[in-house]
């Protein structure tokens, strides 16, 4: 089991910056790829960045937000960031920090095994 508590999301103006917190504990967590994925209001969640598994060198984004936020991971720490930067107002939604073995299951959303319960992220125009 794995355990995911996010950090850090609040409200800021638009072009501002925020930086996202997910604290892991449970089994090892340098053995899975940690991703981020955001749900807006009325839309589907989305997938948003992953940084994978041990190395935390490799990461991959959505197209949207390539550019502006990055992911990256402190495996001493147990903890995955995500650092948002020239904030827009479609940015706005709940943000969600998932665990999974596969990045294609990352990637897909569907199948991941842990999820936090999310932070909400409001960008105002």
């Known amino acids: 089991q794995v355990q995911l508590v996010e950090s850090g999301g609040g409200l800021v103006q638009a072009g501002g910056s925020l930086r996202l917190s997910c604290a892991a504990s449970g089994r090892t967590f340098d053995f899975y790829n940690m991703g981020w994925f955001r749900q807006a209001p009325g839309k589907e969640r989305e997938f948003v960045a992953a940084?994978?598994?041990?190395?935390?060198?490799?990461?991959v984004y959505a197209d949207s937000v390539k550019g502006r936020f990055t992911v990256s991971r402190d495996n001493a720490k147990n903890t995955v960031y995500l650092q948002m930067n020239s904030l827009k107002p479609e940015d706005t939604a709940v943000y969600y920090c998932?665990?999974?073995?596969?990045?294609?299951?990352?990637?897909?959303?569907?199948?991941?095994?842990?999820w936090g319960k999310g932070t909400l992220v409001t960008v105002s125009s």
């Open positions: 998932a665990a999974a073995s596969s990045i294609s299951t990352m990637r897909a959303g569907d199948g991941v095994p842990y």
């Open positions: 940084a994978i598994s041990w190395s935390g060198m490799n990461t």
